[in-house]
């Protein structure tokens, strides 16, 4: 049962006044709000399906190969063994590049960032979104493996939100455990889409603006706008697949998951890939990364993991283990050993919120299975000693919660999933 928890703002007194505007904040949110404003599964779709995305050129599905052809002085990308430790780059990373060119091959290059990737060739390409001053650009690395077979574009992104690191460490390892030359298609890494953020450990760009809120941008709005604009534009359309990583927010932390859109027939077959992962419906919001990539035709989920301003080892290795697993489902990698043949888990997921203010105590651990009206925990009130239960409100999982600390009353501590039918193909 999809949750309904906002229906209750209906501001009488002070207290609820209060209430709405802890949670009119929490809006930024997406582990909360992409949740609570989700369109009910078996809904009808409005929006983000790929309806236009046959209208618009050179995006979407394409077989690999039928790139569009590069002009003639496209500078070719050095082949790089992605797994030899590098010097850190200068700011002319793509000059330094030019140096040393493979030798050229014919089939099926791969047009990006203003360089190819050769077949069978890894590359550390730059994207540099254009809104910094020219002398003291600093590019965002982009790391590209070009499979020595035809294949599918799959593209990770890391960091879209700056303070969620667990991400980066999942694109890296995926990306760096690739052989480019047993690779059938593409895999596109952006492992810190928000450069700015990463480096003053802050969520948001620099004008305090939610990059996952702009997507797929304009190139004359705002700062995030033009970011989400560039991205989109440069990296995003080159891709069939999308994979955008995140983590929870706001001392908030999530049982590895997908959140995918299951009203969308295409985006349902891609979850059945990612190995056993929890998939949790939600149809997304305007703006998501997540969201404009299925509108532009690519199939696309998020995956979260864990919690914010942290490496956490469990949560990056289910991140890793997913990705191998669909990238083998996509036919564009092959190994030995076979796990069988797990299947994920679907949720309908709802929220409880504390409805009082005070210090939150769990007893509950993540992915516990909870019963409905068992204790998950407590809110102590520090100075009336006062102990608030929070209860389940139904049988299910715990798919995410808030770290013990320091709440307000409407401030969301629970987030239960509740097994719901495997979709039919
Ligand atoms: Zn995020």
Known sequence: MPAQALATLNPE????????SVINELEEDESVDEVEHSTQRGAPNTGTTPANAAAQPDIGILPSGQTQPSAPDTPVAANVDLNDVVTAPESELLAMQLDTLPMP?????????????????????????GIQ????????????????????????????HGDELNGIEIVRRTIYDLNAEELSGRVIGVPIVNLPGFQQGSRYLPD????????????????ADRIAHSLFENVIRHCDMLVDIHTGSLKRTNLPQLRADMNNPDVATFTQGFDRMAVVHSSGSPGMLRSAAVAAGIVAVTLEAGESHRIQEHQIEAGVNSLTSLMEKQGMTSRMFVWGDPEPVYYDSDWIRAQHGGILFSEVDLGAHVSEGEILGY?????????????????????????DQVVMAGFAAYHIGTEAEIPAE
Do not use: K
């Open 13 to 20: 007194t002070e207290e609820q006044d209060r209430r709405a």
């Open 133 to 160: 001053i020219p002398g003291l650009s600093q590019p965002t690395p982009v790391l590209a493996v070009n499979g020595i077979h035809a294949g599918p574009t799959l593209c990770l992104t890391g960091a879209v």
């Open 208 to 223: 305090r603006r939610d990059l996952n809120r702009h997507f797929p941008g304009s190139p004359d709005g705002s700062l």
């Open 105 to 129: 091959r014919p089939a099926q290059p791969l047009a990006l960032l203003g360089s190819e990737v050769l077949p069978g060739t890894s590359a550390r390409l730059a994207w540099s979104p």
């Open 379 to 403: 809110v102590a009130d520090p100075i009336t000693n006062a102990q608030y239960p929070i209860r389940a409100n139904s049988n299910g999982r715990v798919i995410g919660m808030a770290v």
